[in-house]
């Protein structure tokens, strides 16, 4: 019974090691306060993975199906991509409102783990894959279901829990990198908005 519970961890890690909204979101929140209020984050994100993983394994080829047949819903996940990443590189450093974003911060994470097509293509894909050795579905035994998705939430939690320990390590070697992260959140962000622009324009 254990199997389920470890492949979910060990999927979720390696869905979630490329960096993302989530990840760079527990890069700033860690570098702006503390890895108490990133894990707060890391809590939502992993819940809107969860969600994911559900639609995925629930109407996976019906959601591709929407998302790859529709151009302007590509599209404009890139264009969010990209006009976010030009905000952080222009945006000034501002004392944290940090009653405001406790309250606040699942929530974003949340909304940064469930608004990701391209974690969702990740776990249809993976689904397909899997059934070739490892029987998962929405007519799966409950016991199985819970303890894939704890593996889930296990995986996505300590992925960016890493993420958090790794900005602090950085932090502590380079007091720099705390003014340049929005930056550096900035540039990430246009990357993947042109990797995505890329795979529209030539795959």
Same mark, same amino acid.
């Given at each position: ?5 470890? /492949?979910?961890?060990? @999927? ?32 939502? @994100? @992993? ?50 409102d ?9 929530? !974003? $994470?949340?909304?940064? $783990? ?14 397909s894959?899997?059934?070739?050795? *490892? ?12 303890? *894939? ?9 300590? /992925?960016?829990?890493?993420?958090? =320990? ?6 502590? !070697?380079?007091?720099? *990198?705390? /003014?340049?992260?929005? =930056?550096?959140?900035g ?10 622009? @890329?795979?529209?324009?030539f795959?």
């Amino acid at each position: 019974m254990i199997l389920p519970l470890l /492949t979910g961890i060990l @999927a979720t890690i390696i869905g979630a090691l490329p960096p993302g909204a989530s990840n760079l979101a527990v890069v700033k929140t860690t570098a702006e306060e503390n890895i108490k209020e990133s894990l707060k984050i890391s809590y939502g @994100a @992993a819940v809107g993975e969860i969600i994911i993983a559900i639609l995925a394994l629930c109407f996976g080829m019906m959601a591709q199906s929407v998302y790859q047949n529709n151009l302007w819903i590509q599209i404009s996940f890139s264009v969010i991509m990209a006009g976010l990443g030009v905000y952080f590189i222009f945006k000034k450093q501002k004392p944290t409102d940090e009653k405001k974003s406790k309250a606040t911060k699942f929530i !974003r $994470g949340f909304l940064f $783990g469930i608004v990701n097509p391209p974690v969702l293509v990740y776990w249809i894909a993976l689904f397909s894959m899997l059934s070739g050795y *490892f029987s998962i579905n929405e007519g799966s035994p409950w016991p199985v279901l819970l303890l *894939f998705f704890a593996g889930v939430f296990i995986g996505k939690t300590a /992925t960016l829990y890493g993420y958090a =320990r790794l900005s602090k390590y950085i932090i502590a !070697r380079n007091g720099h *990198f705390k /003014t340049l992260v929005n =930056r550096i959140i900035g540039v990430v962000l246009i990357v993947l908005a042109l990797v995505q622009t @890329a795979k529209l324009l030539f795959f």
